[in-house]
T-cell receptor
Framework: DAGVTQSPTHLIKTRGQQVTLRCSPK?????VSWYQQALGQGPQFIFQ???????QRGNFPDRFSGHQFPNYSSELNVNALLLGDSALYLC??????????FGPGTRLTVL | DQQVKQNSPSLSVQEGRISILNCDYT??????FLWYKKYPAEGPTFLIS?????DKNEDGRFTVFLNKSAKHLSLHIVPSQPGDSAVYFC??????????FGTGTSLTVIP
């Protein structure tokens, strides 16, 4: 039984570009959350998707958007990339607000 | 606004001894707390949780203590093993809302 998977593992972009990160939740999980983890920091909540809708959102600008598909997989989109967007992006899945299982993350570098 | 704080960025412990990792929080409404362990190049792995109706939860070598009056959470690992060397994050939430993570404590268990 695969856990949470994320793609790609690493990504390099330049300022102003757009990026899409992908996440497949653990089997049986219906809720997907995205987190940004900057170097030396804990994960910061971006938003959570449930039933294909954004259920909660953290303190991130509108440049950060997402989507959840009928199979519960999810995408995180970031527009107009800034240098400060360089971070590890973590996807976590859960079932009905339980403890979250994290994927390995996508390391985004913005040059 | 850091609602969950881990004031010790690192901790070194001799193998076989007790490791105590600490976490403080500011939001008295938090009612669910977790500890995650993170190895390099991997996502955080759920370790143990506790709800606010309890003050202690034990799972093998891992015990989490909750002191609600002090808004303090601690994780005890007894006995510590070299494989426990990792970064430990505490997280807290109000049920139905997002998780807030601390900045992590890097534990090194010396053989």
């Amino acid at each position: 039984d695969a856990g949470v998977t994320q793609s790609p593992t690493h990504l390099i972009k330049t300022r102003g570009q757009q990026v899409t990160l992908r996440c497949s939740p653990k089997s049986g999980h219906d809720t997907v959350s995205w987190y940004q983890q900057a170097l030396g920091q804990g994960p910061q909540f971006i938003f959570q998707y449930y039933e294909e809708e954004e259920r909660q959102r953290g303190n991130f600008p509108d440049r950060f958007s997402g989507h959840q598909f009928p199979n519960y997989s999810s995408e995180l989109n970031v527009n107009a990339l800034l240098l400060g967007d360089s971070a590890l992006y973590l996807c976590a899945s859960s079932f009905s607000r339980g403890a979250e299982c994290f994927g390995p993350g996508t390391r985004l570098t913005v040059l | 606004d850091q609602q969950v704080k881990q004031n010790s960025p690192s901790l070194s412990v001799q193998e076989g001894r007790i490791s105590i990792l600490n976490c403080d929080y500011t939001n008295s409404m938090f009612d669910y707390f977790l500890w995650y362990k993170k190895y390099p190049a991997e996502g955080p792995t759920f370790l143990i949780s506790i709800s606010s109706i309890k003050d202690k939860n034990e799972d093998g070598r891992f015990t989490v203590f909750l002191n609600k009056s002090a808004k303090h959470l601690s994780l005890h690992i007894v006995p510590s093993q070299p494989g426990d060397s990792a970064v430990y994050f505490c997280a807290a939430k109000v049920t139905g809302n997002q998780f807030y993570f601390g900045t992590g404590t890097s534990l090194t268990v010396i053989p």
